[in-house]
């Protein structure tokens, strides 16, 4: 069973910068080297634990970077 059942209610699941990098087929660090450049905006932090927190909308943000295609 899944113990975070309050991140399964449709537009509210958030996922790690791993998470984003698997989904994505790239690394870790190129994620974060986005943000560093200004390329990818910096990602909310989790108040708890400080882990960024990526949304639906960043990954489509996200995949139209990589696919070059950067017009929102």
């Not at 489509?60 to 950067?70: C, E, P, S, V």
């Amino acid at each position: 069973m899944d113990t975070n059942i309050f991140m399964m209610t449709p537009g509210t699941k958030k996922y790690t910068v791993q998470d984003v990098a698997n989904m994505l087929g790239i690394y870790r660090g190129t994620v974060i080297n986005y943000e560093k450049k200004g390329v990818f905006p910096q990602p909310r932090r989790n108040p708890i634990n400080g882990y960024r927190e990526y949304t639906e909308e960043d990954l489509a943000l996200l995949r139209r970077i990589l696919d070059g295609n950067t017009a929102i």
